[in-house]
């Protein structure tokens, strides 16, 4: 996912020669490509195209002045035009994004650990705990939510009383709302994940249900962890025969 910002310094924008020489409608441009160039495939790049960068700039007659001046703070490699400042803060950010997933990811390679060497009755306690925050949650945001909000999320004791339409229904509602909200991006290849691996719609319902209200930085870790953890407690095909 690309970042959707990039850091503005006002001291290095104000001590920049080449940008202090713009005119002011050259300053102006200047920027406005430095954010197209942030949006590019290849990141803080314009392409050598005088036609298209006219155009990006909405065709100014006097082109051929304002261009010397912008691209003075450029640098033209392989017919590209790269901005160096923008492309030093960018590998930045990259580098900050994976240092977080891989701290992200130790975190949970440490939970799995320990859910794996706890007793059967640890398992229980915790599961419990657990059934009982996210009851607790789920009985706040439905005092707090307005009565038209568009997303209701069902509780573990609606989760089991729902029809199969209805349970596929949540579903597709939450995975939406995960989606949309960015919470979970890869939700759908999730879904289709534990589908394949014969997990019960009930089950999925549930732990979808969880990550929307712990909003996690690794949902997907997050949810391998809950299911993990209350595949003991919560097991559909128990319930289904109690169903029958």
């Known amino acids: 996912m690309k970042a959707p910002a990039f850091q503005f310094y006002p001291k290095q924008w104000l001590g920049d020669d080449k940008v202090m020489l713009m005119d002011w409608d050259a300053r102006a441009m200047h920027l406005h490509f430095m954010c197209i160039a942030w949006q590019q495939d290849n990141p803080c790049t314009l392409p050598d195209d005088d036609e298209l960068l006219r155009r990006w700039v909405g065709n100014p007659r006097d082109w051929p002045r304002l261009k010397k001046q912008i691209f003075r703070a450029w640098k033209l490699e392989n017919n590209l035009w790269i901005q160096v400042g923008l492309l030093r803060e960018h590998e930045k950010q990259s580098k900050f994004s994976e240092s977080r997933k891989l701290n992200a ?3 949970w390679e440490k939970v799995e650990r320990k859910s794996n060497d706890a007793s ?13 925050s996210i009851t607790s949650t789920i009985t706040k945001i439905k005092k707090e939510k307005p009565a038209d909000a568009p997303l209701v999320l069902p509780s573990k004791e609606e989760i089991q009383e729902s029809s199969d339409p209805k349970i596929e229904e949540h579903i597709r509602q939450v995975c939406a709302r995960l989606y949309e909200e960015k919470i979970f991006p890869e939700v759908h290849a999730f879904k289709n994940k534990m589908m394949k691996g014969k997990r019960y719609g009930r089950v999925i319902l549930h732990v979808l249900t969880r990550c929307y209200l712990a909003r996690p930085e690794d949902p997907w870790g997050y949810c391998q962890t809950v299911i993990s953890v209350e595949d003991g407690s919560y097991n559909e095909r128990d ?6």
């Open 120 to 132: 059967a009755m640890q398992v229980q306690c915790t599961g419990d705990a657990l059934q009982s």
């Open 239 to 244: 319930y289904r025969k109690t169903a029958q």
């Open 105 to 107: 990811s130790k975190r």
